[in-house]
């Protein structure tokens, strides 16, 4: 079988593939978003019925740590896709990066292979308006637990008091912005429920909207944080 005939059979596959349902909530960012389960759901059966096997490879380069999505054909053709892996956390105010805990790498990598499978297949996503296009018969995932009142309350009150005032016009603006992401960072990623997340968002939601109202390059990376956090504690 041709190189062209492997490039056919990848566009009937994508003309059968639906797009991706966005369901799981990202209350950080009050929005929703389609999670790696969802995603595979979406392009498995048609590029498995077009004669394509799915396969995701960790590995490293002179770049840094890349999770590989390949697509391969039953020609030998193969289509790839290399997203490589923020493994580090900043730390603005000792200006030193720290690693990544096992836990936390692993849910770095489900969302480099999410992104890896959207932009190797072309999936698109879309909100959920009640039909779903992922494949029959998929069991739900159970509804998370409602958290402890008392749990709340405390960390709602740690919050507070542990919260950053916004920048002023008196100080070095650029440094107190980046502190800012970094100490929002820092919350987040104490977070053990998704609930505080959102309890955090919610309290915290004057000084996300400045930022990224006067930073969105900082704003845009706290919620690329943020959806990895949120799926790290799903996960």
Not at 124 to 131: L, Q, V
Request: with cysteine; aromatic share 6%; charged share 25%.
């Amino acid at each position: 079988m041709s190189n062209t005939e492997a490039v056919a059979a990848f566009i009937k596959a994508q003309s059968e593939m639906g797009k991706a349902v966005k369901k799981t909530d990202n209350p950080y960012h009050e929005s929703k978003y389609a999670d790696l389960e969802t995603v595979l759901d979406a392009v498995t059966k048609p590029f498995n019925d077009n004669g394509f096997a799915l396969m995701q490879l960790g590995g490293a380069d002179e770049t840094g740590k890349f999770v590989l999505t390949k697509l391969i054909h039953t020609s030998g053709t193969s289509f790839e896709s290399k997203v490589y892996l923020i493994d580090q956390i900043p730390d603005k105010k000792n200006k030193t990066c720290w690693p990544l805990d096992m836990q936390q790498m692993g849910s770095a990598i489900t969302y480099a292979k999410r992104f890896g499978v959207q932009a190797l297949t072309g999936l698109a996503t879309e909100d959920d308006d009640g039909n779903s296009t992922m494949r029959e018969n998929v069991v739900p995932k159970p509804e998370p637990k409602q958290p402890d009142p008392e749990a709340e309350h405390d960390a709602a009150v740690r919050a507070e008091a542990n919260a950053l005032p916004l920048p002023n016009d008196n100080t070095n603006s650029a440094d107190k912005w980046q502190e800012l992401c970094a100490e929002l960072k820092q919350k987040i990623q104490h977070c053990s429920a998704t609930w505080q997340i959102k309890d955090l968002a919610q309290k915290r939601s004057n000084d996300i909207a400045a930022l990224n109202e006067n930073r969105p390059d900082l704003g845009a990376d706290l919620k690329a944080y943020s959806e990895v956090r949120w799926e790290q504690i799903n996960g």
